[in-house]
């Protein structure tokens, strides 16, 4: 049974940073595409970056330049930087993880951004 355990949101001020954090268990994780995703109150879930199994990455235009996706394989972990932080990235963010045996989600973390 494949599970994705986030970590690392909370409570920050504008301008701050978080690194979220998506462990994943099971097999194929090197070959997956993995992805974070958001959804704020009253919004579709949409997403905010994704990297390939060969590390190609794609952004959110609403991100670009300020959130960075990485992996680690041999980890089974997807992080998340986040910097510069505005009040519109609050939301709870989800990791994905899909391939061709199966495509699943975390339970998702939240991200105040407040002063």
């Known amino acids: 049974q494949v599970q994705l355990v986030e970590s690392g949101g909370g409570l920050v001020q504008p301008g701050g940073s978080l690194r979220l954090s998506c462990v994943a268990s099971?097999?194929?994780?090197?070959?997956?595409?993995v992805g974070w995703y958001r959804q704020a109150p009253g919004k579709q879930r949409e997403l905010v970056a994704r990297i390939t199994s060969i590390g190609n990455t794609n952004y959110a235009d609403e991100v670009k330049g300020r959130f960075t996706i990485s992996r680690d394989n041999p980890k089974k972990t997807v992080y998340l930087q986040m910097n510069s932080l505005k009040p519109e990235d609050t939301a709870v963010y989800y990791c994905?993880?899909?391939?061709?045996?199966?495509?699943?989600w975390g339970q998702g973390t939240q991200v105040t951004v407040s002063s």
């Open positions: 099971g097999n194929f994780f090197s070959i997956s595409e």
């Open positions: 994905n993880v899909k391939n061709r045996s199966y495509n699943r």
